[in-house]
């Protein structure tokens, strides 16, 4: 039975503290989080799916899918298996670190070691607000082309991976990997990048490798 | 030469009031104003390009490019022969209806017929503030799928008119046009739906009708 939970804004003085605060009580319990961010239909929730698929028996996944209205991705994620709650943003853009704690509240973390957050779609306001994740993840898909890094720096700026999603459709697309490379490590000279497509498949092993190592290095450091 | 103007984010008690302003002026210039929205990626430029290159000598178009970083799309636009400005919205995710009034101040409105404002790349955030605008339009591409109008219902819910972009790639994606739609017309019975593809040049036709029309009743009106 899915629950959908209308979290609350709160608005505190200092967002950056309150992530501070969620993220020393995630060390403490041992789960990481994962803020995944996107365009509307980049195409996280498909990936979520075969990520779920690919880790499934090693890590106990939960996810946390952040929606404006609609329970659609939850719904997809819960069939896939995992445990999953739909939040709902009462119209909010992005998420803030307090309403990350009530999701996760919500959730339930005693059962599990990587909590997901599926952040709202949308490439600029999550960008601005650190959700108390000790990762920030995102996608950008082919057919949204090339030059979003310039467009919107400051996503590209705060993420440590980027997925490059959707490859399979690189044929009917101008999209020049070489220049999203370069675009994006021009913004950030740190951003892993890691070409997939959820719907083939490709690409998911190195994802989840990359996850896999940071999951451990968080757990152990 | 292209001129970049630093849009200051004024706040004032009523956006409505000030975008009521901001058509009463218009309506006194005879000038129309249409606010373009979209999710970053869906080719709201290229639309554009296709759209002033279909009504070259009919109606004196300039535009508003708005954006939080980078001159790209205004260069396009200005090389396809239209009166073009950028917008730097300073790191804002959307634009009101005071930013828009200095964009068309900046812009210069006397000798053109219609304007148009390229808002942020945000499904989200434009649709909760009227710019002033006439008329609001927005982009749904087909890699972004077909059940968006269940996850960001206010965006569909402001427009007049939604175009279906990229129909050219529709049989690569698992898009479902009666679907779109019928969500479509459940958030908003009103909204007037028109399949095109900036890239092939299909539909544009039928899209410049529906400009035509509306330029023309708002003239008359």
Redesign the interface.
């Known amino acids: 039975m899915l629950r959908t939970i209308e979290i609350k804004q709160s608005v505190f003085e200092s967002n950056d503290r309150e992530a501070d605060k969620v993220r020393a009580e995630l060390k403490r319990r041992g789960i990481f989080l994962l803020n995944l961010m996107s365009?509307?239909?980049s195409g996280k929730t498909t990936t979520l799916v075969k990520t779920l698929a690919a880790l499934r028996g090693e890590m106990r996944i939960g996810v946390m899918e952040a929606?404006?209205?609609?329970d659609?991705?939850a719904h997809t994620v819960e069939a896939a298996g995992a445990k999953a709650i739909q939040l709902h943003t009462g119209?909010m853009?992005h998420l803030t670190a307090d309403m990350t704690r009530q999701g996760l509240e919500a959730l339930g973390t005693e059962d599990i070691d990587l909590a997901i957050l599926e952040n709202?779609?949308?490439?600029?306001?999550p960008a601005?607000f650190d959700t108390g994740a000790v990762r920030n993840a995102m996608i950008l898909?082919?057919?949204?082309?090339h030059?979003?890094p310039?467009?919107?720096?400051?996503m590209f700026e705060v993420c440590h991976v980027m997925l490059i999603n959707?490859i399979d459709?690189l044929p009917?697309?101008d999209f020049d990997l070489d220049k999203v490379r370069e675009y994006a490590l021009r913004r950030n000279p740190n951003i892993e990048i890691i070409p997939i497509s959820a719907k083939t498949g490709e690409g998911i092993d190195e994802w989840c490798a990359w996850l896999r190592r940071e999951v451990k290095a968080w757990k152990e450091g």
């Open positions: 365009s509307p239909g929606d404006i209205d609609s659609v991705d119209g853009c709202v779609g949308n490439l600029v306001c601005e898909s082919v057919p949204e082309g030059d979003k310039l467009k919107y720096p400051l959707k459709v009917y697309f």
